[in-house]
């Protein structure tokens, strides 16, 4: 089972650009790459998910090289309402339903 | 857009209380899910269930723990005896089969006295 690795916090201005960089050595190749962003008091929420190289919706980018051992989640110019814990998660066994979430990364914007 | 909701949004109880959280999940979705978070620490999966049954299960889903689908819209989690340390965010979840995307509820703060 792949293990991710992520920075446990980051902190940035309002209008920066964010990277939040995962590293998961071990990925199988069928495996996806997941994220998802967990505000404060709130269930956590689905952000992203891609296989390789660049994936992209109105939340955030998904940055994958080519060998596939890490992972950059991209959030354009954050604002305030941005800062919340963000995980990157490892893929799941085969045949389970569960997701497992690790301690993540909590992003603080600063104003 | 469719979403998950969850009652009660907090629940009070003394310890070797039996509580019932609900939930009502997306109503296409087949897969169902009880996750929880103690306070400062990770979300943790409880139970998977699909087709009227768990399907997965944690080494935290013992015993004091059962699920329920009671009719169409319901999902439902009780805890027989409550113990202090079950004091939690229990955030109910659903998903099509098989998919990463599971949408989580706005969860119950159950805090046991």
């Known amino acids: 089972l792949a293990k991710t690795t992520q920075p446990i916090s980051m902190d940035s201005y309002e209008g920066q650009e964010v990277n939040i960089t995962c590293s998961h050595n071990?990925?199988?190749?069928?495996?996806?790459i997941t994220w998802y962003q967990q505000f404060p008091s709130q269930g956590p929420r689905f952000i992203i998910q891609?296989?390789?190289t660049k994936v992209t919706n109105e939340v955030a980018s998904l940055f994958i090289p080519a060998d596939r051992k890490s992972s950059t989640l991209s959030l354009p110019r954050v604002s305030l309402s941005d800062t919340a814990v963000y995980y990157c998660?490892?893929?799941?066994?085969?045949?389970?339903?569960?997701?497992?979430f690790g301690t993540g990364t909590r992003l603080t914007i600063i104003p | 857009e469719p979403e998950v909701t969850q009652t009660p949004s907090h629940q009070v109880t003394q310890m070797g209380q039996e509580v019932i959280l609900r939930c009502v999940p997306i109503?296409?979705?087949?897969?169902f899910y009880w996750y929880r978070q103690i306070l400062g620490q990770k979300v943790e999966f409880l139970v998977s269930?699909?087709?009227?049954?768990?399907?997965?299960k944690s080494e935290i889903f013992d015993d004091q723990f059962s699920v329920e689908r009671p009719d169409g819209s319901n999902f439902t989690l009780k805890i027989r005896s409550t113990k202090l340390e079950d004091s939690a965010m229990y955030f109910c979840?659903?998903?099509?089969?098989?998919?990463?995307?599971?949408?989580f509820g706005p969860g119950t703060r159950l805090t046991v006295t």
């Open positions: 071990n990925i199988a190749t069928n495996d996806y």
């Open positions: 979840a659903s998903s099509w089969a098989g998919a990463y995307e599971q949408y």
């Open positions: 891609g296989y390789k």
């Open positions: 269930f699909y087709n009227n049954e768990i399907s997965e």
């Open positions: 109503s296409n979705h087949l897969y």
């Open positions: 998660l490892p893929p799941r066994d085969f045949g389970n339903e569960k997701l497992t």
